[in-house]
C-alpha cells in the first residue's frame, strides 16, 4: 500500500469556532497534509505551534459543506467539515475566512 504523505498541501489562517457552550471563533493557524484520500487537518495558536487539534479527511468518507449560516463580520466563506457524517460521534470541523486566499 501507499504511505501517507506528511507534505503540506494548504497553510494559513482560519476563524475556527469552539467546541465549548459559547462556541466562540478563535483564529488559529491551520495545515492541511496528506495524498491518496487521507488527509490530516492540523490547528494551532500561529505558524510553527504545537497543533491544539486535528482532524482526519478521508476521500470518499469526509464531506465538506459551503454554508451562509456563519457569514457574518465579513467572513462570506464559510463551510463545515464532516469526518464521517455516517457516524454521530464523528467530529464536525466549522470554520470561516474573510477571502478565498
Same mark, same amino acid.
Given at each position: 500500500g501507499r504511505e501517507f504523505d506528511n507534505k503540506i498541501l494548504a497553510s494559513g489562517y482560519l476563524l475556527k469556532r469552539g467546541q465549548g457552550p459559547m462556541k466562540k471563533w478563535n483564529?488559529?493557524?491551520? *495545515?492541511?497534509?496528506?495524498?491518496?484520500?487521507?488527509?490530516?487537518?492540523a490547528w494551532g495558536?500561529?505558524?510553527?505551534?504545537?497543533?491544539?487539534?486535528? *482532524?482526519?479527511?478521508?476521500?470518499?468518507v469526509s464531506t465538506v459543506t459551503k454554508t451562509k449560516q456563519f457569514a457574518s463580520g465579513g467572513h462570506k466563506y464559510s463551510f463545515v467539515l464532516s469526518a464521517n457524517p455516517q457516524d454521530p460521534k464523528a467530529p464536525v470541523f466549522v470554520a470561516c475566512a474573510s477571502s478565498k486566499a
Open positions: 483564529r488559529r493557524y491551520m *495545515v492541511l497534509r496528506g495524498s491518496y484520500g487521507i488527509y490530516q487537518l495558536e500561529s505558524a510553527g505551534s504545537r497543533a491544539k487539534g486535528t *482532524v482526519g479527511i478521508a476521500t470518499g
